[in-house]
């Protein structure tokens, strides 16, 4: 099995947050803007974010 790298986890997941109606990978470094629902979506406008799941991605790896 291979070691997690990371250096590659932080540009992969640090910082990266999916629109929960059109799946748009939207980068955002200030997390109290997204709790606070300031923060749209580029595409649908709307303010239902979630991270980026990083057990999948590693899973598949």
Do not use: W
Not at 1 to 19: G, Q, S, T, W
Request: charge should be positive; include cysteine.
């Amino acid at each position: 099995m291979e070691k997690a790298n990371p250096v590659a986890d932080n540009r992969l997941f640090k910082d990266i947050y999916i629109c929960r109606n059109c799946k748009a990978k939207i980068r955002i470094s200030n997390q109290k803007l997204i709790r606070e629902g300031k923060v749209k979506c580029r595409r649908c406008g709307s303010t239902a974010l979630r991270p980026k799941h990083k057990e999948l991605r590693k899973l598949k790896a």
